[in-house]
C-alpha cells in the first residue's frame, strides 16, 4: 500500500538551531511531493513541492527539500530556526498526478516542531 | 482573494445522526478534495471531485458520500455517525492541470 512515514513525531530545537525533518514514501512510480504547515490556530498551507527538475527545491520562508528518487525520500531543512517556525508540518505525495485528473494526497503523520528562544 | 472555505466551523452530533458539511473552492477551481484529519495523525484522503463527477475515492465507508454541484461548491454527507468519525474534516481546492491542493479552515465534527 502507499504510505508516507515521517519519523520524528517531535522536535524541540532552539532558535538559530538546524532543522530535518525526515520524509518517506513507498510508491514506485511518478510522485509529485509537498511540504506542508499548520501553524497553532490555522490551515494548512504549503510550504514547498516538487513536480520535476532539480531535486533540491526551496519554498517560503527560508525553507528547502531535497527529493532523492533512489531513497523515496524528501526530507525538509531549514538551517536556522525561528520561534515562529513552531508549527506542525506534514510531508505529502500524489502518486496518480497524470491519471486522468485523479489527484489524491497521501500524508505522513506530521512532526510537530517546537522553537524555544 | 478569498480562499476555500467551509462551514459550519464546529459541530456536535450525537451517534446515529447525520451531518452535511460544506465547502466553497477558490474562484475558478473545479477540483475539490474531502479529508479526514484525526488528532494526532496526517489528513486521510475520502473524495475528489472535478467537474462535478466523483474521480476517486479512499477507504472508507458508504456512510461517508459527497457531491459536487454546478458552481464546483461541494458537500460532504455521513449518515449513521460514530463516536469515530469525530475529527476534523478539511476540504481543499486545486487549479485544472498540475498545482497544488489549496486548504480550507476545516471542520470540527465532535460525535457524542
Known amino acids: ?117 | 482573494d478569498a480562499g476555500v472555505t467551509q462551514s459550519p466551523t464546529h459541530l456536535i452530533k450525537t451517534r446515529g445522526q447525520h451531518v452535511t458539511l460544506r465547502c466553497s473552492p477558490i474562484s475558478g477551481h473545479k477540483s475539490v478534495s474531502w479529508y479526514q484529519q484525526v488528532l494526532g495523525q496526517g489528513p486521510q484522503f475520502i473524495f475528489q471531485y472535478y467537474e462535478k463527477e466523483e474521480r476517486g475515492r479512499g477507504n472508507f465507508p458508504d456512510r461517508f458520500s459527497a457531491r459536487q454541484f454546478p458552481n464546483y461548491s461541494s458537500e460532504l454527507n455521513v449518515n449513521a455517525l460514530l463516536l469515530g468519525d469525530s475529527a476534523l474534516y478539511l476540504c481543499a481546492s486545486r487549479p485544472t492541470g498540475l498545482g497544488e491542493q489549496y486548504f480550507g479552515p476545516g471542520t470540527r465534527l465532535t460525535v457524542t
Open chain 1, 1 to 117: 500500500a502507499q504510505s508516507v512515514s515521517q519519523h520524528n513525531h517531535h522536535v524541540i530545537l532552539s532558535e538559530a538551531a538546524s532543522l530535518e525533518l525526515g520524509c518517506n514514501y513507498s510508491y514506485g512510480g511518478t510522485v509529485n511531493l509537498f511540504w506542508y504547515v499548520q501553524y497553532p490556530g490555522q490551515h494548512l498551507q504549503l510550504l514547498l513541492k516538487y513536480f520535476s527538475g532539480d531535486p533540491l527545491v526551496k519554498g517560503i520562508k527560508g525553507f528547502e527539500a531535497e527529493f532523492i528518487k533512489s531513497k523515496f525520500s524528501f526530507n525538509l531543512r531549514k538551517p536556522s530556526v525561528q520561534w515562529s517556525d513552531t508549527a506542525e508540518y506534514f510531508c505529502a505525495v500524489n502518486p496518480n498526478m497524470f491519471s486522468g485528473g485523479y489527484n489524491k494526497l497521501i500524508f505522513g503523520a506530521g512532526t510537530r516542531l517546537a522553537v524555544h528562544p
